[in-house]
């Protein structure tokens, strides 16, 4: 694929990704998922078709656009920048190249019948696309040690922390040896959630392919994993996209002592801040990041419609799903690791 527009020339990514981790890599407006090891990963993982496309002004990178198509006969055919994960969406230096990168993803979208692109911002863009506003990144600057960040915690949130350390659990951080058990809890907590699981190939992939930064951090009570969570770092930012913990264990706060010892790793090993994941405010999560001193930063999930229907909700929220949910709730764990793979590789 090239196409010319206004001086802009956009080409897709085939093979050759130094140029395009290079530009990842030096400007201050790219994030973890514009890496093109993201494109190998979801390639190798789920099988879906990936458009990476990049805009160039006088042979030179000025913007990038990650894109995935999926397809299911549920859901439909729609294209993400990116699926599974909180933000991407298209950097530029300009509006030109902007454009040029978006209106080339329109050409994609109708040469694949997709029904809509849905771009994943951290900034609102004024491109003339409905946009969504209703979730938040919890980020929280860390300062440059642990024990400061120690002192800033209210005494509650210190006494929390204690608890679980009383009760004998352990930590362990690790790579592909902690994947067993970050998985086992992974899949009991998104079974109880109702939600299906992604295969276990997926955080092996990740693992292997950020392996200068991505992890895992587990809990253990004796050897049973009881809360754990993924962490990758790019550019001074650590975040941890997926954890989870046993409800059996939640009187016990072992997801406190998972997160303590994350951010106490993160200020040693001098990242600048934590993101906490995506959260709705003043829900249950939002509550629990928020207490940690995180503050909201804005999603704009923006829309490009085929036939100017209406925003899609493909989501735990939606009362479509509310039967499925409650089904899968209801399903043994050994199903929903059968099931689960083949089901979520299309819910973005």
């Given at each position: 694929?090239?196409?010319?527009?206004?001086g802009?020339?956009?080409?897709?990514?085939?093979?050759?990704t130094?140029?395009?981790?290079?530009?990842?890599?030096?400007?201050?407006?790219t994030t973890?998922?514009?890496?093109?090891?993201?494109?190998?990963?979801?390639?190798?993982?789920?099988?879906?078709?990936?458009?990476?496309?990049?805009?160039?002004?006088?042979?030179?990178?000025?913007?990038l656009?990650?894109?995935?198509?999926?397809?299911?006969?549920i859901f439909?055919?729609?294209?993400?920048?990116?699926?599974?994960?909180?933000?991407?969406?298209?950097?530029?230096?300009?509006?030109?190249?902007?454009?040029?990168?978006?209106d080339?993803?329109?050409r994609?979208?109708r040469?694949?019948?997709?029904e809509?692109?849905?771009?994943?911002?951290?900034?609102?863009?004024?491109?003339?696309?409905?946009?969504?506003?209703?979730?938040?990144?919890?980020?929280?600057?860390?300062?440059?040690?642990?024990?400061?960040?120690?002192?800033?915690?209210?005494?509650?949130l210190?006494?929390?922390?204690?608890r679980?350390?009383?009760?004998?659990?352990?930590?362990?951080f690790g790579?592909?040896?902690?994947?067993?058990?970050?998985?086992?809890?992974f899949?009991?907590?998104?079974?109880?959630?109702g939600?299906?699981?992604?295969?276990?190939?997926?955080?092996?992939?990740?693992l292997?392919?950020?392996s200068?930064?991505?992890?895992?951090?587990t809990?253990?009570d004796?050897?049973?994993?009881?809360a754990?969570?993924?962490?990758?770092?790019?550019?001074?930012?650590?975040?941890?996209p997926?954890?989870?913990?046993?409800?059996?264990y939640?009187r016990?706060?072992?997801?406190?002592?998972?997160?303590?010892?994350?951010?106490?790793?993160?200020?040693e090993?001098?990242?600048?801040?934590?993101?906490?994941g995506?959260?709705?405010?003043?829900?249950?999560?939002?509550?629990?990041?928020?207490?940690?001193?995180?503050v909201?930063k804005?999603?704009?999930?923006?829309?490009w419609?085929?036939?100017?229907?209406?925003?899609?909700?493909?989501?735990?929220?939606?009362?479509?799903?509310?039967l499925?949910i409650?089904?899968?709730?209801?399903?043994?764990l050994a199903v929903?690791?059968?099931?689960?793979?083949?089901?979520?590789?299309?819910?973005?």
């Amino acid at each position: 694929m090239k196409t010319t527009t206004a001086g802009i020339e956009i080409k897709q990514l085939t093979h050759e990704t130094e140029a395009w981790n290079r530009y990842a890599q030096e400007s201050d407006m790219t994030t973890l998922y514009h890496l093109a090891g993201w494109k190998r990963v979801l390639e190798k993982t789920f099988g879906h078709a990936t458009y990476y496309l990049y805009a160039l002004r006088n042979g030179r990178i000025v913007g990038l656009l990650p894109l995935v198509f999926l397809k299911s006969l549920i859901f439909g055919k729609f294209m993400v920048s990116l699926p599974f994960v909180n933000y991407a969406g298209v950097i530029a230096e300009d509006a030109d190249a902007r454009t040029a990168l978006i209106d080339a993803a329109i050409r994609i979208a109708r040469q694949n019948k997709a029904e809509h692109i849905e771009l994943r911002h951290l900034a609102h863009y004024d491109i003339g696309l409905p946009t969504k506003t209703s979730k938040v990144l919890m980020v929280l600057d860390l300062p440059a040690t642990s024990d400061e960040l120690w002192k800033s915690f209210k005494s509650k949130l210190r006494s929390q922390i204690k608890r679980p350390g009383k009760e004998g659990f352990t930590v362990k951080f690790g790579q592909l040896e902690e994947l067993e058990s970050f998985y086992d809890v992974f899949t009991q907590n998104m079974r109880d959630l109702g939600t299906p699981v992604y295969t276990k190939r997926l955080f092996e992939n990740i693992l292997q392919e950020f392996s200068d930064s991505a992890g895992i951090c587990t809990v253990y009570d004796g050897s049973t994993p009881i809360a754990s969570g993924f962490i990758i770092g790019f550019k001074g930012l650590l975040q941890i996209p997926w954890a989870s913990s046993i409800r059996a264990y939640n009187r016990f706060s072992p997801n406190m002592l998972l997160y303590w010892n994350i951010l106490k790793r993160a200020c040693e090993e001098g990242y600048s801040q934590f993101d906490f994941g995506r959260s709705t405010p003043n829900e249950g999560t939002y509550k629990f990041k928020r207490q940690w001193g995180a503050v909201p930063k804005p999603c704009y999930w923006q829309y490009w419609l085929a036939s100017g229907e209406e925003l899609p909700e493909i989501n735990p929220h939606n009362p479509r799903y509310a039967l499925m949910i409650k089904t899968w709730q209801r399903l043994p764990l050994a199903v929903t690791k059968l099931l689960g793979p083949g089901i979520v590789k299309n819910i973005p």
